[in-house]
């Protein structure tokens, strides 16, 4: 388990988590969230070919 360093120094957003990385730098990256339903996708219809 991870401990507190130092409060305050990074101004968090909403969605990201945080961390430190093997150099010491703080990272930051887009939180994946389960559960949420994608849009549904318009199907484009092809028009037909008329057969001669």
Known sequence: MG???KKGVVKRQ???LYYVDGKG???EAKMARGGKKKKKAKKKV???KKRR
């Open 46 to 48: 092809a028009k037909k």
């Open 25 to 27: 730098n703080v990272c």
């Open 14 to 16: 909403k969605g990201y």
């Open 3 to 5: 401990k507190v360093i």
